[in-house]
Structure formats: C-alpha cells, structure tokens
C-alpha cells in the first residue's frame, strides 16, 4: 500500500540554524499538507499546498517557513532560523483531492537546542 | 482554539467489548470529519471518516455515528481487540478549506 514518507525521523538543530524536513507524498496525490505536534498538545495544521503554491496556512505558518515541491516527487518544509518552540514533531500528509482522506507520514521529531 | 474536543484523555476497555470514543465540536462549518489512530513515534493513520450528509458510517468493526444537531460525533469499536491500543484523533474540515483541526486525543487501552 501506497506511503507517505518523510526524512530525516530526526532531526537536532541549534537555535537560529536552517532546516529542511522533506517528505515523500503518496504519487497521485495533488494536495500537499504540513501539520506539527508539539510535546503534549495538539495536532495542529500549518500549511497545505496545490498546483505548487500554498493554498491555505495557519498563523503559526510565518515568514520563517517555506515550502516548496522542488521536483516531481518530493515536498519540503524549511524553516529559515530555528526557535526554541520550534520543537516538534512534523507531519506531512497528503490527499488525492480537496476534500478527500489526508494520510500522513511517519513524522520527522525536531529538536532545537 | 477548542473547536474539536476530546473529553476523555484515556478509555480503558476488556478485550471483546465496545470502545466507544466521544467527540464533542463548536464550528458548525464542518462537514467532514474523521478518526485517526496514532502510535507513539508514528504518524497518524486513517481509519473512517463521514460526511455531514450521514449519520453514520461502518467498516468493519468501527462505526463513526455523527449526530449534528448535538454538534458530537463518536467511533465504535467491536469487538475491542489489544491492537486498538493506541491514541485516538478525532479531526473535523470544513467545506471551504480542507485544513483538518484536531481534538487532544483519547488514549484507548484494550486489556487482554
């Protein structure tokens, strides 16, 4: 059965430092989605993506992110300057169409020190 | 932001009964909703979802009933097995957007 996959699972990082977590989608799937999971709350969406432009983001989803699908199979998500409360673990998931199941990914767990 | 709760943190149940896990919602735009099953150090997995237009919806042994007048939404699982152990995410999108906003989970343990 079809995956979604993401790399790296994890990721530790210093404050203020770049990353890229990327992500595998399902291969018909043309809707793209980020969400993250900090420690303890919620799954909380931050961003989905559609013909290669973001078709929806959420306040947590500031100019400190980006996301791009930088060829024909995978979707990224940087982050420019790591924060703190930046830790997190991020999904990908992605759909067939609007509207349709979103499955996600494992997670890739991301620690700030 | 509450607009989909999760009352119950955690639900303890014998092998063979009925879990039922609850789910209560504000936002009256939602009309997809789904149950997700998650593991600790996985991503959620999909297990049922219902359209606004149902009441209900069965596979196998889970059923998600949607009652919208109450605004509540629940899964059934029967029999309950030791597998189904594992966190338990109700996510509800509405029509105009397809974003999924997630309750705090119910942590089912099914004893053997």
């Known amino acids: 059965e079809p995956e979604v996959t993401q790399t790296p699972s994890h990721q530790v990082t210093q404050m203020g430092q770049e990353v890229i977590l990327r992500c595998v989608p399902i291969?018909?799937?043309?809707?793209f989605y980020w969400y993250r999971q900090i420690l303890g709350q919620k799954v909380e969406f931050l961003v989905s993506f559609y013909n290669n432009e973001i078709s929806e983001k959420s306040e947590i989803f500031d100019d400190q992110f980006s996301v791009e699908r930088p060829d024909g199979s995978n979707f990224t998500l940087k982050i420019r300057s790591t924060k703190l409360e930046d830790s997190a673990m991020y999904f990908c998931a992605s759909s067939v169409s609007r509207q349709e199941t979103q499955y996600f990914g494992p997670g890739t767990r991301l620690l700030v020190l | 932001d509450q607009q989909v709760k999760q009352n119950s943190p955690s639900l303890s149940v014998q092998e063979g009964r009925i879990s039922i896990l609850n789910c209560d919602y504000t936002n009256s735009m939602f009309d997809y909703f789904l149950w997700y099953k998650k593991y600790p150090a996985e991503g959620p997995t999909f297990l049922i979802s219902?359209?606004?237009?149902?009441d209900k919806n069965e596979d196998g042994r889970f059923t998600v009933f949607l009652n919208k007048s109450a605004k509540h939404l629940s899964l059934h699982i029967v029999p309950s097995q030791p597998g189904d152990s594992a966190v338990y995410f109700c996510?509800?999108?509405?029509?105009?957007?397809?974003?999924?906003?997630f309750g705090g989970g119910t942590r089912l343990m099914v004893k053997p």
């Open positions: 996510a509800a999108s509405a029509g105009a957007g397809n974003m999924l906003t």
């Open positions: 291969s018909n799937h043309l809707y």
């Open positions: 219902i359209s606004s237009i149902k």
